[in-house]
T-cell receptor, first 114, second 112 residues
C-alpha cells in the first residue's frame, strides 16, 4: 500500500504571495489532518477533514484554509504569506480520524518564505 | 490544560546507555501515542497506550502508561545509533476529531 504523499516537497515563496499544498492519503483513509512544524513551536495542529468536511480547526489565523475532495485528497492554502509561515507542513491520514486511530504522516512540504 | 509536557528536551547518550523520556499531562488522558521522527524525516507512529498501568514492549523499547493515565514514559535499553531522532508523545484532542496535540519532543543523540 502506498504511503501518504505530499506535493511539492519544497517550496520557496515571497511575503504576500499565496501557496497551495497537496496531500494524498493512504488508500481507504478518509481522514486527513494537517500540522505545522517549526523549531520554536513544535508540531501544531492546523485542521482535520473527513468526508470533505472540516471537523476541527486549530488555533491558526484565517489565512490558513483547506479542503478535501471526494477521493479524500486534501489541499491546504495559505494566503498573504508571512515570514513566520516558514515551516514544515505535514499531513497525516487515518481510517476515520476516530480517537485511537493511528495516524500516518507524509514526508511533508518544506515552505520557505523570503 | 490540553497540553502534554515532555522532558527532557534533549538527551545525549553514549551508545549502549539507556534512555528515558517522560510525558506528563495535568488532565487524565484517554490514550497516548508515541512517534519517532528521524532527522530530516517525518513522524512515524510507534505505539498507542490505552489502559491504566499499561506496559508495552517493542524489542529494546518499553512504553508505560501511568496508573492515573496522566503520564507516560518511553525507555530505550542499550541505545544504538539507529535510535537517533526526536521522540514525541501525543494526545487526542476532542475525542473523535482525529487531531493530535504533541509534546515538544525529546531529541536523542547517540555517540558511537
Amino acid at each position: 500500500k502506498a504511503g501518504v504523499t505530499q506535493t511539492p516537497r519544497y517550496l520557496i515563496k515571497t511575503r504576500g504571495q499565496q501557496v497551495t499544498l497537496s496531500c494524498s492519503p493512504i488508500s481507504g483513509h478518509r481522514s486527513v489532518s494537517w500540522y505545522q512544524q517549526t523549531p520554536g513551536q513544535g508540531l501544531q495542529f492546523l485542521f482535520e477533514y473527513f468526508s470533505e468536511t472540516q471537523r476541527n480547526k486549530g488555533n491558526f489565523p484565517g489565512r490558513f484554509s483547506g479542503r478535501q475532495f471526494s477521493n479524500s485528497r486534501s489541499e491546504m492554502n495559505v494566503s498573504t504569506l508571512e515570514l513566520g509561515d516558514s515551516a514544515l507542513y505535514l499531513c497525516a491520514s487515518s481510517l476515520a480520524g476516530r480517537e485511537r486511530d493511528e495516524q500516518y504522516f507524509g514526508p511533508g512540504t518544506r515552505l520557505t518564505v523570503t | 490544560g490540553q497540553q502534554v509536557m515532555q522532558i527532557p528536551q534533549y538527551q545525549h547518550v553514549q551508545e549502549g546507555e539507556d534512555f528515558t523520556t517522560y510525558c506528563n499531562s495535568s488532565t487524565t488522558l484517554s490514550n497516548i501515542q508515541w512517534y519517532k521522527q528521524r532527522p530530516g524525516g517525518h513522524p512515524v507512529f510507534l505505539i498507542q497506550l490505552v489502559k491504566s498501568g499499561e506496559v508495552k514492549k517493542q524489542k529494546r523499547l518499553t512504553f508505560q502508561f501511568g496508573e492515573a493515565k496522566k503520564n507516560s514514559s518511553l525507555h530505550i535499553t542499550a541505545t544504538q545509533t539507529t535510535d537517533v531522532g526526536t521522540y514525541f508523545c501525543s494526545r487526542d484532542y476532542g475525542g473523535s476529531q482525529g487531531n493530535l496535540i504533541f509534546g515538544k519532543g525529546t531529541k536523542l543523540s547517540v555517540k558511537p
